[in-house]
């Protein structure tokens, strides 16, 4: 059984900072991928950023110098730190993982079908 367990959402102004963190238990594969989504009220789940096995990381466009995703591997945890927000960065934000894939698999167009395991989500707006 695998659970991931977002925290770290709030409310912010606009050009503020926030870091959201995904705690992973269960059953953890050495070939992974990890991803973190978010959703608007009345828009589709979307790919924010993805990390590999082998560390490599991938942004979509509207978050590329702003975002960070980053692990540690020590506390199975995944985090994406976000700066420079702005209220179109409200939503709710998601943590994902896909067991078994990864290198070019781990592609931040991936959609919500094809991760495996996913949080709860936590809330993140921006005023």
């Known amino acids: 059984h695998v659970q991931l367990v977002e925290s770290g959402g709030g409310s912010v102004q606009a050009g503020g900072s926030l870091r959201l963190s995904c705690a992973v238990s269960?059953?953890?594969?050495?070939?992974?991928?990890m991803g973190w989504f978010h959703q608007a009220p009345g828009k589709e789940r979307e790919g924010v950023a993805t990390?590999?096995?082998?560390?490599?990381?991938r942004y979509a466009d509207s978050v590329k110098g702003r975002f960070t995703i980053s692990e540690d591997n020590a506390k199975n945890t995944l985090y994406l730190q976000m700066n420079s927000l702005k209220p179109e960065d409200t939503a709710m934000y998601y943590c994902?993982?896909?067991?078994?894939?990864?290198?070019?698999?781990?592609?931040?167009?991936?959609?919500?079908?094809?991760?495996?395991?996913w949080g709860q989500g936590t809330q993140v707006t921006v005023s």
């Open positions: 994902a993982a896909r067991w078994g894939l990864s290198g070019s698999w781990c592609d931040v167009s991936r959609t919500q079908s094809d991760y495996n395991y």
């Open positions: 990390r590999d096995t082998a560390g490599s990381t």
């Open positions: 269960g059953n953890i594969y050495r070939r992974y991928c």
